[in-house]
């Protein structure tokens, strides 16, 4: 059984830079047709998909982030890391990693289903 854990600073000034990551157990990165998901939630709103690192090491971005956002993997490590550049106070959320699957990217899309989540960590952003 997969299992994700998040962690990084709880607490971000406004411009810097945030940096995530989430430490996979129970499985290997690599495996195949695993897309390692970052997804955030802030106060009062929806869930925000930001991005995924394929099982072979290729990114995908959310087009509104794309530009502050990147997502990288230590396969030594098994750990997936998230970027996320010149926060703002409206970047205050829980963020998760999550696990999805798809023979390739499309296929991961159109299932839309994310089947193990970490338990999400607590990012602020405030002075």
């Known amino acids: 059984q997969v299992q994700l854990q998040e962690s990084g600073p709880g607490l971000v000034k406004p411009s810097q830079t945030l940096s995530l990551t989430c430490d996979v157990s129970g499985g290997s990165i690599t495996t195949n047709w695993n897309y390692w998901t970052w997804i955030r939630q802030a106060p009062g709103k929806g869930l925000e998909w930001m991005g995924a690192i394929s099982y072979s090491g290729s990114a995908y971005y959310s087009p509104t982030l794309k530009i502050r956002t990147s997502i990288s993997r230590d396969t030594s490590k098994n750990q997936v890391t998230l970027q996320l550049d010149s926060v703002t106070p409206e970047d205050t959320a829980v963020y998760y990693c999550?696990?999805?699957?798809?023979?390739?990217?499309?296929?991961?899309?159109?299932?839309?289903?994310?089947?193990?989540w970490g338990p999400g960590t607590q990012v602020t952003v405030s002075s």
């Open positions: 999550a696990r999805g699957r798809g023979r390739n990217y499309s296929e991961y899309l159109r299932t839309g289903f994310l089947g193990s």
